[in-house]
């Protein structure tokens, strides 16, 4: 199985503020690499899809970046809604892994 | 609008069986597969399997192969998930989520359900 690590596991930042979450493969993925953020008791939400595409609806604040095995999350400029957990997950191979998770505070 | 809509929380006894569905409205329930996801409470979220709407070929995670059952009814647009020997560690909410493309990508999630297994 792919292990997917994301760094940190949490981090306090304030309204306006860039923000950088990163995620490592165990092995290659090429570009199959989807970030999703979840508030509490919501479903998860797509947010970046093969690496670096947005989906309609999403704000241009976000942006993927990465191949291979080392990618990032970035959003450029932190706002109250963003407060939450992010989650990358590798749709290169079975079984389609998950990070552990990067939760999002208020600082 | 793309929804997906789950079926209502779950208790369940240890070593009984669950089975969650899922419909599907505001696409082509056939052109795009359907995936499963679960999250134990406050834990993170674990990728259970996929099917395909088309024909219904499926793919598990492992750790499940033999107590899970992936299934759709076209004529419905439903897709189910049927878990069975449920165990305590099995106390999660339920996600389906449309899977859409080569990237497998999960474009539409479900509202979850929460199942509950306890004696």
């Known amino acids: 199985d792919i292990q997917m690590t994301q760094s940190p596991s949490s981090l306090s930042a304030s309204v306006g503020d860039r923000v950088t979450i990163t995620c490592r493969a165990s092995q290659s993925i090429s570009s199959y690499l989807n970030w999703f953020q979840q508030k509490p008791g919501k479903p998860p939400k797509l947010l970046i899809y093969a690496a670096s595409s947005l989906p309609s609806g999403v704000p241009s604040r976000f942006s993927g970046s990465g191949s291979g095995t080392d990618f990032t999350l970035t959003i450029s400029s932190l706002q109250p809604e963003d407060f939450a957990t992010y989650y990358c997950q590798q749709s290169y191979s079975t079984p389609r892994t998950f990070g552990q998770g990067t939760k999002v505070e208020i600082k | 609008q793309v929804q997906l809509v789950q079926s209502g929380a779950e208790v369940k006894k240890p070593g009984a069986s669950v089975k969650v569905s899922c419909k599907a409205s505001g696409y082509t329930f056939t052109t795009y597969g359907i995936s499963w996801v679960r999250q134990a409470p406050g834990q993170g979220l674990e990728w259970m399997g996929w099917?395909?709407?088309?024909?219904?070929?499926?793919n598990y995670a492992q750790k499940l192969q033999g107590r899970v059952t992936m299934t759709t009814d076209t004529s419905t647009s439903t897709a189910y998930m049927e878990l069975r020997s449920l165990r305590s560690d099995d106390t999660a909410v339920y996600y389906c989520?449309?899977?859409?493309?080569?990237?497998?990508?999960?474009?539409?999630w479900g509202q979850g359900t929460l199942v509950t297994v306890s004696s």
């Open positions: 989520a449309r899977d859409s493309g080569s990237y497998h990508v999960l474009d539409n």
């Open positions: 099917i395909s709407t088309y024909n219904g070929n499926t």
